[in-house]
């Protein structure tokens, strides 16, 4: 049996509590996703609303056929981009943009200015709770579609398979923006925790 | 340093074939390549832990909480489409 259907059959019956825990899990990470495709915080929280109240409406036709944290992110991505996109979205995937600045390699291709330890250095800083917060800006700060990806697969762990569906992406744009996206924030944190050492 | 073989990788291409190897969409054959690539250069082992370690780094951020008055008023939404609902029927 479908994990969701439970949780959906709760929800046609009026119960409450199943929406509540519905909108603790999926609110934010909505809001979060939303804010990519449109100009304020403020439209961000009404593309959410619009897109509870229309998974509501829809609750009889939800097939199963994806989770229905799939098919809320679907809805939201679909309201969220006929709201207006708030930059040019056509172009990026076709730029060129190296994982590494070119000019850390030497003429052979080989490493010139190697990649520095970092890791034991952001545990540590992660379990004292003070990487969780840079991090989330840092993705915020991504370009539009490298964020969108990066969110929904690294941060909320959906599978590329579904991330594809969400964004209406191929899987091979969707790996080139992820592998994008990961490597700025490999940059980022090279950079953060370089200076702390 | 070893002798580059025309079919061995640089770092500068290691560098970007790091996701598709962690997506598993590197042919066999490319795959022994970037494995060979890896087992003889330590900066790029390296690298593809960082990668590694990002993943996880972004996978632990968790969410904004969702404050009580934001949480309520998403509910009543549900009251009032519920109560809807139950007006037509």
């Given amino acids: 049996m479908h994990p969701d259907f439970e949780l959906i059959s709760r929800l046609r019956s009026g119960d409450e509590r199943a929406f509540t825990v519905l909108v603790e899990r999926y609110h934010e990470p909505m809001l979060a996703l939303a804010a990519s495709f449109v100009p304020n915080r403020a439209v961000a929280e009404e593309v959410v609303q619009d897109t509870w109240l229309a998974a509501l409406r829809g609750l009889d036709a939800f097939e199963g056929r994806s989770t229905l944290k799939t098919w809320l992110f679907r809805i939201l991505v679909n309201r969220a981009r006929s709201t207006g996109s708030k930059e040019q979205r056509s172009i990026p995937v076709a730029d060129p943009e190296p994982a590494v600045d070119p000019s850390r390699f030497g003429g052979d291709g080989g490493w010139a200015d190697p990649p520095e330890h970092w890791i034991e250095a952001a545990e540590r800083r992660m379990e004292a709770g003070k990487l969780a917060g840079q991090v989330r800006v840092w993705i915020d700060d991504l370009p539009a579609r490298q964020r969108e990806v990066v969110l929904l697969r690294d941060v909320e762990g959906m599978s590329s398979e579904d991330v594809c569906a969400v964004l209406a992406l191929t899987e091979g744009n969707q790996r080139v923006l992820l592998h994008r996206g990961r490597s700025r924030l490999r940059q980022l944190l090279e950079n953060e925790l370089r200076e702390v050492r | ?89």
């Fill in chain 2, 1 to 89: 340093m070893k002798l580059l073989r025309r079919r061995d990788l640089v770092c500068q291409q290691a560098v970007e074939l790091v996701t598709d190897y962690l997506e598993d969409k590197l042919s066999p054959r490319a795959r022994r390549r970037f494995e060979a690539h890896l087992a003889g250069c330590p900066h790029c082992t390296e690298y593809l832990a960082q990668m590694r370690e990002t993943i996880r780094l972004a996978g632990r951020v968790e969410p904004e909480d969702l404050t009580p008055q934001a949480r309520d008023e998403i509910v009543d939404l549900y009251r009032r489409w519920r109560s809807g609902q139950s007006g037509q029927e």
